[in-house]
């Protein structure tokens, strides 16, 4: 099927006619026309498994962000453009242009309602996955910034503030995932680097102090507080978990316990003591194994991934130590780069949830070949395709490229 689409380059074309956001009198609007030249390009279905592969990738796409459904990856731009690119061999298979910039850019794609939803500076736009087509366009007044996008059952929920952030202000927005109209919106109270999350028809958020709350993911009405005295300077989640930690951005020497939080009345349970480190990052699989990154409190470049087993309250692993950046889940592993000095430096590794890096046999950790895109210098980000593709995929940001690899 050959369909129209703009050329993807070193600078994006501009798109016109988008909605304002606001209240349910502001509905979105959407539109596929872009001013400027357009070439002609061939769009296949692509069947079969997923393929190694390399690709370049554009400035504003380097300096973006990527995520991956279990059909192709998505890259959002710096200036709120959306790519998508095949996952048979990463060439560009239809691109929804932006006309925002900032200095990075949230990203969701949400396999579940054929959305990718890419919010930039004040412009939040989503494309239609299965089309590549623009599906609606929102806009906040001046001065407002999107900082975290979440999705649920047919809702994103985009967290907006301030730009700069001050600590007051901020609002999470309800709009339908499949044209872009207004739900709710709530003010709520939010720190810079907190997450959002949604599932079980709920959303949380976190003020970065002691309170995490959750609102029912239809109505915004609020269902849950975590109770006072529980300190979640830090909130971690994944795979339906909520774990609050010490906070990255501490400058003390001692941090509050690690407490894992029931969803659904947000009342701590019984929760692995963490070591006397600074939580730094953390990613939690399906089954519950939360793998934490914790560093000295005065370097936070020098640390070690721990991993606990949340369901039976346990340590499973210590020490394997390289860089914070680049973590992730995928087919039962833990997946992250190697250290960036040593003989295995520039490879990604898989290490075994369950066995850790001392595992054996089957259970033993894994590396891939050195590539150009997984050197240290390269700054590389993983990202993960959603279900059992058997790839991962590396986003080289200094010189901008894409590679798709076997999952070691």
């Known amino acids: 099927m050959k369909r129209r689409i703009v050329a ?45 592969w390399t690709a370049s990738l554009t400035r504003p796409e ?52 054929e959305r990718a939803v890419a919010g930039v500076a004040g412009v939040l736009r989503a494309a239609d996955l299965r089309t590549g087509e623009q599906a609606w366009t929102r806009r906040l007044p001046t001065g407002r910034a999107y900082v975290a ?21 901020a609002v999470l927005d309800a709009v339908r995932a ?84 029931d969803p659904a009345t947000l009342k701590p349970l019984p929760t692995p003591r963490n ?17 934490l990154y914790e560093a000295g409190a005065e370097d936070t470049g020098a640390g070690d991934w721990y991993a606990y087993d949340l369901e039976h309250d346990r340590r499973l692993w210590s020490t394997y130590a390289t860089r914070t950046d680049g973590a992730d889940v995928a087919g039962g592993r833990f997946v992250t780069f190697t250290p960036g000095n040593g003989t295995t430096r520039g490879r990604v590794i898989t290490i075994d949830l369950h066995a850790g890096p001392q595992g054996t046999g089957s259970a033993a950790p894994r ?16 990202v993960v395709p959603a279900g059992d593709t058997g790839h991962v995929v590396v986003m080289a940001r200094t010189h901008g490229s894409l590679r798709s690899l076997p999952l070691p």
């Open 62 to 113: 380097a300096h973006g962000s990527c995520g991956a459904t279990a059909h192709q990856v998505v890259c959002a731009t710096d200036t709120g453009a959306l790519v998508g690119r095949s996952r048979a061999d990463g060439r560009v298979t239809w691109t929804v242009p932006g006309d925002a910039h900032a200095k990075t850019a949230q990203l969701l794609v949400d396999a579940a309602d």
């Open 178 to 261: 499949s044209d872009g109209t207004p739900l709710w919106h709530r003010n709520v109270t939010w720190s810079t680097g907190e997450p959002l999350a949604a599932f079980r028809g709920r959303v949380y958020t976190a003020d970065g102090i002691t309170r995490v709350t959750a609102r029912d993911a239809r109505t915004g009405a609020t269902v849950a507080t975590s109770p006072a005295g529980v300190e979640c300077p830090h909130l971690v989640t994944g795979g339906h978990y909520l774990v609050c930690t010490g906070s990255p951005f501490s400058a003390g020497d001692t941090f509050p316990p690690m407490r894992r939080l």
């Open 275 to 291: 070591t006397i480190d600074k939580p730094v990052q953390g990613v939690i699989s399906g089954d519950g194994v939360l793998v």
């Open 367 to 382: 590396l891939s070949a050195a590539y150009a895109q997984t050197r240290d210098g390269e700054h590389p980000v993983l």
């Open 149 to 169: 996008l979440a999705a649920t059952d047919g809702i994103v929920y985009a967290l907006h503030a301030p730009d700069p952030f001050v600590r007051t202000g």
């Open 8 to 52: 993807v380059g070193a600078a994006l074309l501009v798109l016109t006619g988008c909605a304002a956001s606001g209240g349910p009198k502001s509905p979105a609007v959407s539109s596929s026309r872009a001013s400027g030249p357009t070439v002609e390009t061939t769009s296949t279905s692509v069947s079969g498994p997923w393929r190694a």
